[in-house]
């Protein structure tokens, strides 16, 4: 008896916590809520900046990531060629 009460009652505070425990916030980090005016296309100097910012950030990533596959398409290179020589 005692043991029946015991597990409903636990049912109830852990359906509980997880209703509070995964509510999701309505807004990111950084967002403060209101739209700019324009809609998306029109942007201050600052987030264009900031785009540009990023924009250049990736493709400096990329440009790395480039150089790194040309250099293991070469090292493949020279390797295969050692082998031709070595057959």
């Keep these: 008896m005692q043991r029946q009460a015991i597990s409903k009652s636990f049912k109830l505070i852990t359906s509980a916590r997880a209703a509070i425990s995964t509510t999701a916030r309505s807004m990111a980090a950084g967002d403060t809520g209101a739209p700019k005016s324009g ?49």
């Design 39 to 87: 809609g998306a296309q029109s942007g201050d100097a600052f987030s264009r900046r900031g785009k540009a910012n990023e924009d250049m950030a990736i493709k400096a990533r990329e440009r790395e990531k480039l150089l790194d596959l040309r250099k293991m398409i070469s090292e493949q290179h020279e390797h295969l060629n050692r082998l031709e020589k070595h057959l």
